[in-house]
Every structure is written in structure tokens, then in C-alpha cells.
């Protein structure tokens, strides 16, 4: 990544790219799935989350229609991320990049 802080570009339009940073983008979670299958009949609830997410499916793809679901993956912060994998036992972390936090 160069030094530069214009090393991104703003776009604007309907067309998805990948690498694509998508700030606020709302995400669907569907709430009551701990129980699978679900039974007939099973109410569920949608939440609306938003999310900066980053488009991860190949531009070609997206370009020429050949998928039906677009992937993106969450974006964080590097100190969220680093306090996650701590929280989460990952012990590496704690004498590794996140103590540069």
C-alpha cells in the first residue's frame, strides 16, 4: 500500500467492483436459527444491522451476471479485531501485531 493517503478511490454508481468498501451497508440476521432444521410453520425475525463491508466476489463475476449473491466480508478496526482474537483465548495475539495497538 503506498504511502500516500489517496491511495483509494471514490466511485460512485450502481456498479459493484471487488474491493469495493461499502460503509454502512445494511445486513440481514435472521434471529431464532440456534435450532436447525427449523420446524414448519417456525416464525423468524429479521434484524437490520449496518455494516462497512468489503466486496469480495470477482469483479467479472458481478460484471457479466454470472452469481446470484454478492460475498462481502465485515470490515474492522484493527484494534477491534486485535481485542476479538485476545478475547477469544488467541494468546499469539497479545505478544504478536496487536501489541503494536
Partial sequence: MPDSPDWYEVTQGSELL????L??????RVRGL???PLRAGQPLEV???QEDVVVMSQSCDLANDKI???VLAQ???????C???IQQGNTAQQEGPCDKT
Fill in 23 to 28: 460503509r454502512q451497508c445494511p445486513i440481514p
Fill in 68 to 70: 446470484q449473491d454478492v
Fill in 83 to 85: 481485542r476479538a482474537l
Fill in 18 to 21: 471487488q474491493g469495493d468498501l
Fill in 75 to 81: 470490515v474492522l478496526d484493527w484494534t477491534v479485531a
Fill in 47 to 49: 434484524d437490520i444491522d
Fill in 34 to 36: 440456534e435450532h436447525w
